[in-house]
């Protein structure tokens, strides 16, 4: 029998026991791996996986996509506008040289309220040749009272009193036309009449409003029909909307809708429709609604562009709470349990349209088909929407 020193048999047991050592090693080393080849291969289809603790501590929970009772909605789009009778071009009659201009744009003027003065030869001949007509007028019309009393008195000849009748209903005619256009001009009769002649005239507002645009200058010639500034009264503003041909006949007078204006922080504004055109516009295949703005506290100009949601009554609709939807580069999405295994959750993020938002839900349209009875992440989604992105920040 062959005996062992004690130096060799310490050899031995040293050798055993390193064999033992790097075999646990390369166990827990594989383990390790097997555990991120899992993370890894999740990430890579898009998944992110959470651990059950990590969702407890963050507040994460989950729950199904529902159907509720929202209003329903129609989307359109369309500018400021308003009527035709609260917008006006001012213009003259008769052209001359601009003396004195009184407004600038943006300024409020009332209906009548004088914006310029013009200066023009034939000004001054107007006004002298109805001071005329009226001397003319006042010698017919006592020649037209005498043969008046004459014939009464059996005394005058019937001829004599048809030529003097005649001859009183034209020049009657004539001085009442000559005064209509003095007041057109916006020269007062009654002045004239009393040897008041003026050589400026008066551009006087048509309508109570705020000045636009000025196109004259001191000096100008001002044209006759070529407008001189325009005012504009936004007391009346309204939204022209377009509604598509599938969507007209759910519009009618007396709906209720919410205005979006982008230029004034999404701010959101009320209104009712009330008129819906009969002819569409163009080739659009659109239809031209108008709504009156019920409040017009944000000094609206016309012609900026709105976004509106014309409220067509309730339908029932798949929603989810506003916290499960978190939006990314310009899109909304919303997070859904795509694994569950003891200890992790695996989630894949899904693009969703969205619609209405009321009671703390919102009207979602998944744009691909998901799961009967998917579980969804409805509170915390921020928190899942960060980690994807920090690992997609890590990859790059």
């Known amino acids: 029998m062959k005996r062992i020193s004690i130096g060799g048999l310490a050899l031995i047991i040293i050798s055993v026991l390193a064999f033992a050592s790097c075999g646990g090693k390369k166990e827990t080393t594989t383990t390790e791996k097997?555990?991120?080849?899992?993370?890894?291969?999740?990430?890579?289809?898009?998944?992110?996986?959470?651990?059950?603790?990590?969702?407890?501590?963050?507040?994460?929970?989950?729950?199904?996509?529902?159907?509720?009772?929202?209003?329903?909605?129609?989307?359109?789009?369309?500018?400021?506008?308003?009527?035709?009778q609260n917008r006006a071009d001012v213009n003259v009659l008769f052209g001359g040289i601009v003396q004195h201009i009184y407004v600038m744009e943006g300024q409020n003027v009332r209906k009548g309220q004088t914006l310029a003065l013009?200066?023009?030869?034939?000004?001054?001949?107007?006004?002298q040749d109805y001071l005329a007509a009226k001397g003319g007028f006042s010698y017919v019309q006592q020649e037209y009272q005498r043969q008046q009393a004459l014939k009464a008195a059996d005394a005058g000849t019937g001829k004599m009193?048809?030529?003097?009748?005649?001859?009183?209903?034209?020049?009657?005619?004539?001085?009442?036309?000559?005064?209509?256009?003095?007041?057109?001009?916006?020269?007062?009769?009654?002045?004239?009449?009393?040897?008041?002649?003026?050589?400026?005239?008066?551009?006087?507002?048509?309508?109570?409003?705020?000045?636009?645009?000025?196109?004259?200058?001191?000096?100008?010639?001002?044209?006759?029909?070529?407008?001189?500034?325009?005012?504009?009264?936004?007391?009346?503003?309204?939204?022209?909307?377009?509604?598509?041909?599938?969507?007209?006949?759910?519009?009618?007078?007396?709906?209720?809708?919410?205005?979006?204006?982008t230029n004034l922080g999404n701010q959101e504004i009320y209104g009712e429709i009330y008129g819906v055109n009969k002819s569409f516009e163009g080739e659009t295949k659109g239809i031209i609604v108008h709504a009156a703005i019920k409040a017009n506290k944000y000094h609206l100009i016309p012609g900026m562009y709105v976004t509106a949601l014309i409220d067509i009554g309730q339908q029932e609709t798949p929603a989810v709470p506003v916290d499960a939807i978190v939006r990314a580069e310009g899109k909304d999405y919303i997070f859904v349990a795509s694994s569950e295994e003891a200890e992790t959750v695996s989630f894949r993020k899904e693009e969703v349209a969205t619609g209405v938002s009321e009671l703390g839900f919102t009207q979602i349209t998944p744009l691909e088909e998901l799961p009967s009875g998917a579980k969804i992440i409805t509170k915390g989604a921020f928190y899942v929407l960060a980690k994807s992105q920090g690992s997609e920040e890590e990859e790059k």
């Open 161 to 261: 009193y048809q030529q003097a009748a005649a001859n009183f209903n034209a020049e009657r005619a004539r001085l009442a036309g000559m005064e209509k256009q003095l007041q057109q001009v916006g020269i007062s009769p009654a002045s004239v009449a009393r040897g008041n002649i003026t050589r400026l005239i008066p551009v006087v507002a048509p309508i109570s409003g705020t000045v636009g645009s000025i196109h004259i200058n001191t000096g100008s010639y001002a044209e006759p029909a070529k407008p001189l500034m325009d005012i504009v009264d936004n007391s009346k503003i309204h939204a022209d909307l377009t509604v598509y041909e599938k969507d007209l006949f759910k519009v009618r007078n007396g709906q209720s809708v919410r205005f979006i204006l």
């Open 34 to 84: 097997t555990s991120v080849n899992k993370e890894e291969k999740a990430e890579e289809g898009g998944l992110i996986t959470l651990t059950k603790e990590q969702m407890e501590a963050v507040g994460i929970e989950l729950g199904g996509i529902e159907r509720k009772n929202l209003t329903a909605v129609i989307r359109a789009s369309g500018q400021l506008a308003v009527p035709p």
């Open 118 to 127: 013009l200066e023009n030869a034939d000004f001054i001949k107007l006004q």
